[in-house]
């Protein structure tokens, strides 16, 4: 756009500028916080500056006023000035229907929300203390319950300033499920980056992700400890457990840090395994209060049989089960048996004696490196013949590369998981310097393996890879059109795409891949390839429930992996059946695993399978790895397999069985639906009206936001971040639930998030307006901004009518349709001030009546909140108090018949605990009263005449 000559304008030439420029002016004052605005045709600097006030402060700071000559195509794009007050109202009736209206807020998250999920949300925002343990079974979105309930705090509460910490392996995927399903950015503190960085760095930052492992060093755990946060989140929180005896440094950490955050979350779906103490200590976490002291609870409820505390703990710990939320679809499995051919059948046996040998050996000798290659290796022969000759060579050309291997690689089987096999190949080619001690032993080793090789080169094509092909030929046939293949190694990953590849249309998921690579490759099997090749990376997280149809090419020495490859596709959302296909050969390890997995563990029986804390109790009762090879080099036969088995698997069960007794609440009372119908009247603002908003007001600050907005087509946009990088947009949150790619502009975006600010912040909304309506005549519409100040912060609008003629003062509930539809304009004559002062004085009794009316029903509604929480207080500190002055009244006897100072010492201590805990119950009630407590702030926000 040209901008012609500057002119340099005085107030008192405001007049004459207004006369003779006959278009308009374009305004810079940065400072102001109005970045450029422009003012509609013949406007007055007073009417635009609010009053003739701020322009003379202004006017000495000489802005710059620039005339512009009639262009219509240039002046387009500013026609909606005019609206500026209507935004800005509009932008904040959006950003308080989000902070405090039922379900609002939820539209702005990126997931498939689900009625579980919203009623746990509402508990945790509606409480008066934030601060629970969320339970629910591994599969039912305990990551998302917390991100919805991080928003929505974040929205009722103004909180800025939150902490997650989980386990190492989970920092990435937490960091993205924010980023993509909450416009939440958060960084992520590890050693590396805090030492590089520094501690101011870092506390820069208000969101941060880190590492349990990290907060156990106390060094960082201090600096981490002298942040006030304002929510902290503990994934994974059972890696916090402690008794009465021992505590770890990460409750250390967590019972520090829960002392000094106003919002806790903790995230695990086993509380605890069997013990009460372990879920005593975590619940004293969230609030020391609910079950008071230690010693108290062990009477009540360990020696005791008091039976109230389920109803206890369903207070701070919300738990779901997948039988109980249903919405599931069926799952068949189906056993796929290979008859191996006989080259394959002498192939698999003499490989099976190798491994027996060698495992055995180490064994003997307390080798875990070797020990854990040949689980490997049996693992490998299991999976592909491909995959197991591949490492057989690695293995042979390193034994016989003896002279180097030891300065090539220093890696120690301490850093391997025996349940991770993606990569493992690598580990083959590091060997043990004692493996080299024993040279008749290495030179057998190498004749073994020179054997084998020559042997599985002999296949040519294995019967398993054949059995693939024709099953998928058939289901092809028969309609079905994606396919998940599960596999354990990259080598069989590799061998399986390039013998599918001829005939269909695959792509690759492993560990391996950048985070982009990994989103482009699931969204080509979503939107055109047939099949996708999974490694163990691809059951982490991933939502793949598009596809129905799972093949387990080689199964894992783990059900819970299993599960974790199956509710890839078995899960909310998935409309058909899910059908799993488990490949194994006859008479052979896979086989056995495979009993054990569908009759022991019933793993496919079940319409929505094992539970996943069964399974990870199972998991902590039997080493599989070590039961296995056990069995397949003969030290336990098959009877004492099953035996210890089911011995196991009871423990394991009972346990469970423990947990569900005391923490599984009632069926789920809750129906998405009918809450959704039932709240559509309360629900006046949507992303339709934020993108409306978002649209007019990035024109007023084009040149404050943090990148840039266009459109694409009806209802979709492009939006270039700060770097200069486009990408796709849109408000629609169906859509994007559906792209993963597209940017989502909602509430938490940073776009989004600055246009907001800067409207409801900037005096762009609050001034005076002119409007000109047939159905309203010589009436002033005054907004006013209310806060209710007290533990659950209020904020609303409210809206007061004037009549100029009738001198009547009308309450609104909302900006009536007929002040909506009026027009703008410019006044001839403005209405004096001292009339619209007049007005004011008038009608400001009314809007503080309409707030003490609105106080008084507020805290009938909180009143219950604030007594139970005063009740919870004083019973616990009763108890405590009540404990000390029976231990007093003990010390105080025992005094009577030996009276050394010590003993009076011991008598001071116990009287100075009993006045602290006196004077801590006397600080938390009156801070809960003080709580309750409300006061208010009025701020006129708008005025509109209608004149």
Request: neutral net charge; aromatic residues 12%.
């Amino acid at each position: 756009m040209e901008i012609p000559t500057q002119l340099s304008l005085d107030f008192e030439s405001t007049q004459e500028a207004k006369q003779t420029y006959e278009y308009a002016f374009l305004i810079d004052e940065p400072e102001l916080g109005f970045g450029k605005i422009l003012s509609e045709t013949n406007v007055s600097l007073e009417v635009l500056f609010e009053s003739k006030e701020i322009f003379k402060t202004i006017s000495k700071k000489n802005p710059k006023l620039y005339y512009l000559k009639k262009y219509p195509n240039s002046l387009r794009e500013w026609e909606e000035f005019p609206r500026a007050m209507e935004v800005a109202l509009q932008a904040y009736q959006l950003k308080l229907t989000h902070s405090f209206d039922k379900l609002s807020s939820l539209s702005n998250s990126r997931t498939r929300l689900l009625p579980h999920q919203i009623e746990s949300t509402f508990i945790v925002a509606n409480s008066l203390r934030p601060r629970f343990i969320l339970a629910d079974e591994v599969g039912l979105g305990k990551t998302i319950e917390a991100g919805l309930a991080m928003k929505e705090l974040m929205f009722r509460r103004g909180l800025k300033r939150v902490l997650v910490v989980a386990p190492s392996p989970l920092l990435v995927q937490w960091q993205q499920e924010m980023r993509n399903k909450f416009n939440e950015d958060f960084a992520i503190v590890r050693r590396r980056n805090f030492v590089t960085n520094g501690e101011d760095h870092w506390r820069n930052f208000n969101k941060v992700i880190t590492s349990i492992d990290f907060i156990k060093n106390p060094i960082y755990a201090e600096e981490i400890l002298k942040v006030k946060w304002d929510i902290v989140v503990f994934d994974e929180a059972h890696r916090l457990r402690r008794d009465y005896s021992k505590i770890t440094r990460g409750y250390l950490f967590a019972e520090k840090i829960s002392r000094k955050t106003e919002c806790l979350l903790l995230l695990t779906a086993t509380p605890f395994r069997g013990k009460l103490e372990e879920l005593f200590y975590l619940l004293h976490l969230v609030d020391p209060n609910i079950l008071g002291p230690y010693h108290t609870f062990v009477n009540d409820y360990v020696i005791g049989g008091k039976t109230d505390l389920k109803e206890k703990i369903s207070k701070v710990l919300l738990r779901r089960r997948k039988v109980e939320v249903g919405g599931f679809t069926k799952r068949f499995a189906k056993t796929v048996q290979i008859d191996l051919s006989p080259i394959e059948r002498q192939f698999y046996e003499e490989t099976t004696d190798y491994v027996k040998r060698e495992y055995n050996l180490a064994m003997g000798t307390k080798n875990r490196a070797v020990g854990f290659v040949m689980i490997v290796f049996q693992k490998l022969l299991d999976s592909s013949v491909i995959a197991l000759l591949s490492a057989l060579q690695k293995r042979k050309f390193m034994l016989e590369s003896k002279f180097h291997y030891m300065k090539e690689q220093e890696v120690s089987v301490d850093d391997w998981d025996l349940d991770e096999t993606e990569g493992v190949e690598d580990f083959l080619t590091v060997l043990d310097e004692s493996e080299m001690s024993n040279f008749q032993r290495v030179k057998r080793e190498l004749f073994t393996l020179n054997r084998l090789i020559h042997l599985g080169k002999q296949i040519k094509e294995d019967r398993k890879s054949q059995k693939l092909k024709e099953t998928l030929a058939k289901l092809k046939k028969e309609g079905h059109k994606k396919f998940i293949i599960f596999t354990q190694f990259r080598t069989t990953q590799d061998h399986i795409h390039a013998l599918l590849e001829p005939d269909f249309k695959i792509v690759s998921f492993h560990g391996s891949l950048s985070m982009d690579d990994k989103e482009r490759a699931i969204q080509k099997f979503k939107e055109e390839y047939e099949i996708i090749i999974c490694t163990e990376a691809g059951g982490e997280g991933r939502n793949l429930q598009f596809a129905n149809i799972l093949f387990n090419y080689d199964l894992p020495w783990s059900p819970l992996k299993i599960e974790q490859r199956i509710g890839r596709i078995h899960r909310f959302g998935q409309k058909d059946n899910v059908y799993i296909f488990n490949f194994a050969s006859k008479d052979t390890v896979a086989e056995r695993i495979l009993e054990v997995l569908s009759n022991k563990i019933k793993l496919f029986e079940e319409s929505i399978g094992a539970s996943d804390e069964l399974l990870g109790t199972i998991e902590g009762e039997l080493d599989f790895n070590s039961s296995f090879m056990k069995f397949i080099t003969g030290t336990k036969s098959k009877e004492e397999l099953e035996t210890e088995f089911d011995l196991r698997i009871q423990v394991a069960q009972k346990g469970f069985q423990k947990l569900n007794s005391l923490v599984t609440p009632k069926l789920l009372d809750f129906n998405l639906k009918d809450y959704y119908d039932h709240t559509q009247d309360e629900r006046d603002w949507n992303n339709q009206h934020l993108e409306e908003v978002v649209s007019l007001g990035s024109k007023f600050f084009y040149n404050q936001l943090p990148g840039s907005l266009t459109q694409a087509g009806k209802g979709r946009y492009n939006y270039t971040h700060p770097d200069g990088k486009v990408k796709p947009a849109t408000f629609d949150s169906e859509y994007a639930l559906t792209n993963d790619s597209v940017e989502f502009l909602a509430f938490g975006h940073p776009f989004v998030e600055k246009v907001t600010e800067l409207l409801t912040a900037s005096h762009v909304g609050t001034r005076k307006k002119y409007v000109h309506s047939d159905t309203i005549k010589n009436k002033i519409l005054f907004v006013f901004l209310v806060e209710f100040q007290f533990s659950l912060k209020r904020m609303e609008i409210s809206f007061l009518e004037y009549d100029l003629n009738k001198k009547e003062i009308k309450v609104l509930s909302e900006k009536t349709p007929e002040w909506e539809k009026a027009t703008t304009y410019v006044a001839d004559k403005e209405l004096s001030m001292s009339v619209l002062e007049h007005a004011f004085i008038q009608s400001f009794p009314y809007i503080e009546n309409n707030v003490e009316k609105r106080k008084e029903t507020l805290r009938k509604e909180t009143l219950s909140i604030f007594q139970k929480e005063e009740y919870k207080i004083e019973l616990s500190h009763q108890k405590t108090i009540r404990q000390l002055e029976e231990k007093l009244m003990r010390q105080e006897a025992a005094y009577k018949w030996d009276t050394r100072p010590e003993k009076k010492a011991v008598l001071h201590r116990t009287m100075k605990e009993i006045q602290r805990a006196k004077e801590e119950f006397e600080i938390e009630i009156r801070k809960v009263r003080n709580g309750s407590k409300i006061t208010h702030k009025i701020e006129l926000f708008q005025t509109y005449i209608a004149y």
